[in-house]
């Protein structure tokens, strides 16, 4: 019985040290997405629920500046405008939290710190993150992020939305200072555009 009891011991405090070793890994990856001045990366999206797309991606804090082939978004930490290209138009839109998820490739970076079962192995020269939502209701279920080892920058991201996966590939990170002004749209740039306000 006491064997029993130790093996169980042991395997709980594995659990939670491998756990633990999964938000570290996280953490360091946060950082090097959240860097204050701001960071830039490109970025290719496959999902049979959003579409595939690709593109460049400029990131402050909460801010960000998405460019794709079919769409320009700036989001400056509470409106939102969409630029689409096809139809010459600017729909301009407060997102809530569960949107932000779906349009900035970056907003999963923090939403492992509440919600999530963690746990991470070693694959080839990068840590694999799995995150399980501990809420079945939650919008994304399950996550599986790619960390390379040596500059803790995130390489992949699949996450589970609505019982279809998504996967992001996520290349040429860099850290950058960046302008407010870039997170915002200017009308002056689009004098042809129909500016359609849906908030």
Not at 62 to 83: E, I, L, M, N, S
Not at 107 to 119: A, E, P
Not at 176 to 192: E, G, I, M, R, V
Request: glycine share 6%; proline share 3%; net charge positive.
């Amino acid at each position: 019985m006491k064997k029993i009891g130790f093996i169980i011991t042991m395997l709980l405090l594995c659990a939670g040290v491998k756990a633990e070793s999964a938000k570290s890994i996280l953490d360091k990856a946060a950082a090097t997405v959240s860097n204050p001045s701001g960071v830039q990366a490109n970025f290719q999206m496959r999902s049979k629920q959003f579409g595939n797309t690709s593109g460049s991606i400029s990131i402050k804090g909460r801010k960000f500046h998405a460019t794709t082939p079919q769409a320009v978004v700036w989001f400056d930490g509470k409106t939102q405008w969409t630029y689409m290209k096809q139809n010459d138009e600017v729909n301009v839109s407060n997102p809530t939290e569960e949107e932000l998820q779906a349009i900035n490739p970056y907003n999963f970076i923090n939403i492992y710190k509440k919600g999530f079962k963690l746990s991470s192995k070693t694959v080839n020269n990068s840590y694999e993150v799995h995150l399980k939502a501990t809420n079945k209701k939650r919008n994304i279920q399950e996550m599986y992020i790619i960390v390379d080892q040596k500059s803790y920058r995130p390489t992949h991201v699949k996450m589970l939305q609505n019982g279809k996966w998504s996967v992001l590939i996520i290349s040429g990170l860099k850290t950058t200072t960046l302008s407010d002004n870039l997170f915002q749209f200017n009308a002056k740039d689009f004098p042809q555009a129909e500016i359609i306000d849906l908030r």
